[in-house]
């Protein structure tokens, strides 16, 4: 048993994962993108759970993943599962694992043959769909169990969902450090300037209907066939489109195009000898409807073509990771980005990969619309590289609103700091770009928060919540550490008109501090705000300021 080795990441999100049990956190959610691992980091948790003699309930909802996890789970510890779905059974069992299907195990006659305390943790697979009624009544008859949620990196408009059930984000992995740290391959977005109209397509249950998407994307289908046919030819590629029907005529417009194209979908009795012929290469593209998002691996894609217009990033990222997997000869993935036409902003384009802040995201979407145009659609741009010419453009913008912010704070009689002024000053942009995630983080400062922020300098009353109030005392606390300067620091050297005073060492402020109070709070003649470069010294540190 376990002799699977873990790749560093994965060590630490499985150390997290008990550190937080022990603490009392309960119910945990894990997040790796697609292609990460994360069914052995599981794996090994139930490794874990079993040999402290607990019984362990896997729960999905598809077969594929279901057998996805007992196969990985042999494989890395050689457990053996007993399965809970249509006719198979786990009563009698000796097994002390079990992988349920939540379609089965919902139903009450089902879920009545288990006393509820038989599961003493739950392991759920592609853990976003647990807010849904049937997870709930599976969740809720088992109310002491442990509960870990795994998922491919959602976007944080789920993940205050899932903070409606999850007690903390035990570990996150995200998909810009895989890449950078070689576990996933680079991705190149390719954005090709075939405007999709898609304005009258109208929302359902969160996401555009699928129905209506396939109609407004039929007119355009011959025209990416001709794009697809230039770009594509001698490629891995996977097509995801809206409805079934739409993927079949994808499929025939493509083999039109020389391009030799495989359709699968839900009732496809070949599917398996199908994905099985396009993994050896037999196909040059894979058309499906929604169907390998999930529970479908094939290393060897290094192209996909995202059709299904979609505002949920958690399903834009597990259409791309279907190619962002590492294989023999594949240097980087080629997402072909098309320009969609639509009023709902939330629309998912390759930029919600990897960017955390929206406000990066918009600018590095218009950012590779401006060079489609320019290009003419021919050239691919890493998104990572994309991604830092977007927030330098965003720390720009940013720069310039500061200084007319600025102005406006200098009049202003408070003594404390605006906290926007701090997060500018220092560069922290996770703290300027900070949405709440669970349950307390939401809430209101509490007064312990607001008072240590305001004896530490911070105007509280600009803070929103526990979460953003929590994460800027851990900052200063850290700067304190570091020897950086304070907020009050900050605002009095830059109402002068200092800049970046916030990267200063604490001692060189005070340093300038003290010249200008000597100069009867007058900034010296012989110094430019607008230039002035601190001067590092050795003194030891002390806070008067």
Same mark, same amino acid.
């Given at each position: /048993? ?24 309960? +119910?945990? *959610? ?8 994360? #069914? ?6 139930? !490794?874990?759970?079993? +040999?402290?003699? /607990? ?8 077969? $594929? ?30 097994? +002390? ?55 491919? #990196? ?14 903390? *984000? ?5 998909? #810009? %450090? ?5 576990? *996933? ?41 001709? !794009? ?86 958690? *399903? ?23 320009? =969609? ?21 918009? %600018? /590095? ?9 320019? !290009? ?23 720069? $310039? ?22 997060? /500018? ?52 606390? %850290? ?24 990267? =200063? ?15 009867? =709070? ?24």
């Amino acid at each position: /048993m376990g002799a699977v080795a873990l790749r560093p990441y994965q060590q630490e999100a499985l150390d997290s994962i008990f550190t937080r049990w022990a603490e009392g956190q309960r +119910r945990l *959610l894990l997040c790796l993108p697609t292609g990460c691992g994360k #069914t052995i980091v599981f794996a090994k948790a139930i !490794e874990r759970l079993v +040999r402290n003699g /607990m019984r362990v309930l896997v729960l999905a909802h598809r077969s $594929e993943l279901l057998a996805q996890a007992a196969d990985k789970l042999d494989k890395a510890t050689g457990l053996k599962c007993a399965v809970e779905k249509a006719e198979e059974t786990c009563v009698g069992s000796w097994f +002390r694992v079990v992988v349920g299907s939540v379609q089965t195990l919902c139903r009450e006659k089902r879920l009545a043959q288990f006393d509820a305390h038989y599961f003493d943790a739950i392991i759920i697979d592609e853990a976003h769909h647990c807010l849904s009624d049937s997870y709930q009544t599976v969740l809720a008859h088992f109310p002491d169990a442990l509960v870990l949620g795994v998922t491919a #990196t959602p976007d944080r408009g789920d993940m205050r969902n899932l903070g409606e059930y999850f007690d903390a *984000l035990a570990y996150e992995y995200t998909i #810009t %450090k895989a890449i950078r740290e070689g576990y *996933l391959c680079p991705i190149k977005a390719q954005t090709i300037p075939l405007t999709l109209d898609i304005r009258g397509v109208a929302t359902q249950s969160g996401d555009f209907a699928a129905g209506q998407l396939g109609s407004a994307l039929d007119p355009y289908l011959e025209g990416i066939a001709q !794009e697809m046919a230039g770009i594509c030819r001698g490629r891995r590629t996977v097509v995801f489109l809206p409805l079934v029907a739409t993927s079949q005529k994808m499929q025939d417009i493509l083999n039109a195009h020389g391009l030799r194209t495989a359709e699968v979908n839900g009732e496809s009795r070949d599917r398996a000898e199908t994905l099985a012929a396009f993994a050896r290469g037999e196909y040059d593209v894979l058309c499906n409807s929604m169907l390998l998002t999930e529970g479908w691996d094939c290393p060897e894609v290094d192209c996909v073509v995202v059709l299904r217009a979609t505002k949920v990033r958690s *399903l834009y990222c597990q259409m791309v990771g279907r190619g962002t997997r590492l294989a023999p000869g594949k240097d980087h993935l080629l997402l072909l980005d098309f320009l =969609w036409n639509t009023e709902k902003h939330e629309l998912c384009r390759p930029a919600c990969l990897i960017c955390e802040s929206p406000e990066v995201a918009a %600018k /590095m979407t218009e950012n590779l619309e401006a060079l489609a145009e320019e !290009e003419d659609g021919q050239l691919a741009i890493d998104l990572e590289e994309a991604e830092a010419q977007a927030k330098e453009d965003v720390v720009a913008a940013r720069e $310039e609103a500061l200084a007319k912010a600025l102005e406006e704070m200098k009049k202003r009689k408070r003594k404390l700091v605006d906290p926007l002024q701090f997060e /500018m000053s220092i560069q922290a942009e996770d703290l300027s770009g900070y949405v709440p995630s669970f349950g307390w983080e939401a809430g209101p400062p509490t007064d312990k928060q607001r008072a240590s922020l305001e004896k530490l300098g911070i105007f509280p009353d600009e803070i929103e919540n526990a979460g953003k109030a929590q994460m800027m005392l851990d900052r200063l606390s %850290k700067r304190r550490a570091d020897g950086l300067t304070t907020p009050k620091q900050i605002r009095f050297l830059e109402g002068r008109g200092f800049t970046h005073v916030g990267t =200063w060492p604490f001692d060189s402020a005070k340093k300038l501090i003290d010249r200008i109070a000597a100069n009867g =709070w007058r900034v010296p003649g012989t110094i430019d705000p607008r230039t002035y470069t601190p001067e590092p010294v050795q003194t030891g540190i002390d806070f008067p300021f």
